[in-house]
């Protein structure tokens, strides 16, 4: 799961722990907040790690899917939670806020989706 050490992907992660999932908690800056979201679910009985990987870099990608198969033996749900917005008048926003906003809401979830098919077992 992409963006998953805080807020809504954090809550997605522990849902579907809860639920019986394995979870990867997929984090690019927080180690501390994704440890802790790993730690709620290993508290709970649930299996879960904490990968750091930016979603924007295939790469990146590429190790965060070889470590679920690594760990999980493969993937049966992705969740494309990753993603940033900032709020600001349209004469505000630079053209590195715009590519820095395309490659983690649009790239990033291209890429997590490309690795998934790949580790997946469902098709």
Not at 35 to 56: F, H, L, P, S
Not at 73 to 101: M, P, S, W
Not at 116 to 122: E, F, Q, S, T
Request: glycine share 10%.
């Amino acid at each position: 799961m992409t963006g998953a050490s805080k807020g809504i992907g954090a809550a997605i992660a522990k849902a579907l722990s809860a639920a019986g999932a394995a979870v990867v908690v997929s984090y690019s800056a927080s180690k501390e907040d994704a440890d802790r979201v790993v730690a709620d679910i290993k508290a709970k009985g649930g299996k879960a790690i904490a990968v750091k990987g930016d979603v924007a870099k295939a790469d990146d990608m590429g190790r965060l899917f070889e470590e679920t198969k690594k760990t999980f033996g493969g993937l049966d749900i992705l969740v494309n939670n990753a993603g940033i917005y900032r709020f600001a008048r349209l004469e505000e926003i630079t053209e590195n806020e715009f590519h820095q906003h395309f490659n983690i809401n649009v790239l990033g979830t291209i890429l997590a989706t490309r690795e998934a098919v790949k580790y997946g077992r469902c098709r």
